[in-house]
């Protein structure tokens, strides 16, 4: 069984974290990887306090193991967000779209092991200065807002320049991208897009259904004009909203406005012309729908048998 330093420090079984998708990760998918071995991840994005609040003592009913949430910090409530998880005795938070300095005193006052999701070396570093127990890599392969360098390269040197335990984001789909993301040095992975196909996930049925019929080439970035890059699934919606950016006769502000709701549409609608359906790169690889147990159970048993036999037989 592979275990890591994120294993000790969290008490879970598998160094895997879901990823705290917008309006998609819910109590009922947290607590399902959570149960599964991994650290399953609440977004904050749910529609107001007492919504994140519902779900919080939802997933504490579901399952005794231990789970976060996931806090975007540039969302208008996050500072109500911030202190909602010391009042409900969360134990784990992950943070991104922003520094979380301000809350870091209460946040570690109240015992809350917190670790940013970050895009950059530079990134990564200030973070650790303002107290962060770990820091997730992410690579611009991932779905929903991306940053510039690829996992292969970011978490390398992400590894080298800090002190604290490193965990790997951005086309990680299987056990080989796992072993992968352990021989560059992380100790442990975020998987997003993978879990939108589990059986837990309440994303529309057509979400699920565009997401196993995507291709290799199937995603796209849009929003990079703008300084907001979001890779999705290439479909009506996310081609006019790449048009509209790069057209000079089209104001920024009429192009956020255009894609205001578009991740709700896509979540809860199903609607494949009008909604935004972030997923990364690894779309192409998604064939089937599993439960979220199968899922943590094929990466982590996957990389396991490739870093114990496979390995070998390339040293051989």
Known sequence: MIKSPICDLLGIRYPLFQGGMAWISDARLAAAVSNAGGLGLISAI???????????????????KPFGVNIMLKAPDAADIASLV?????????????????????????????????????????????????VVAE??????????????????QVVDALDIPVLAAGGI??????AAAFMLGAVGVQVGTRFLVADECRVHEVYKD?????????TMVTGRSLGDSVRCLKNPFA????????????????????????????????DFAGGSFLAGEVAGLVKERQSAAAIVEDIMGGAEKILTEKVKQILL
């Open 239 to 270: 081609k006019k909203f790449f048009k509209m950016e790069y057209d000079p006769s089209v104001s920024a502000e009429e192009v956020r406005a255009f894609g205001t709701g578009s991740l709700h549409k896509a979540v809860f609608d199903g």
């Open 86 to 134: 010391v009042e409900e005795g969360v134990r784990v938070v992950t943070t991104g779209a922003g520094s979380p300095a301000a809350f870091m005193p209460a946040w570690k006052e109240a015992g809350i092991i917190v670790v940013p999701v970050i895009p950059s070396v530079a990134y990564a570093l200030k973070m650790q200065a303002v107290g962060a127990d770990a």
């Open 173 to 178: 789909f299987d056990g080989r991208a796992a």
């Open 210 to 218: 565009k997401l196993i019929a995507a291709s290799d080439i199937g």
């Open 46 to 64: 749910q529609g107001g306090v007492e919504a994140v609040r519902r779900e919080i003592r939802l997933c504490r009913s579901l399952t005794d």
């Open 139 to 156: 690579g611009a392969e991932s779905g929903g807002h991306i940053g510039e360098l690829h996992t292969m390269a970011l978490v390398p």
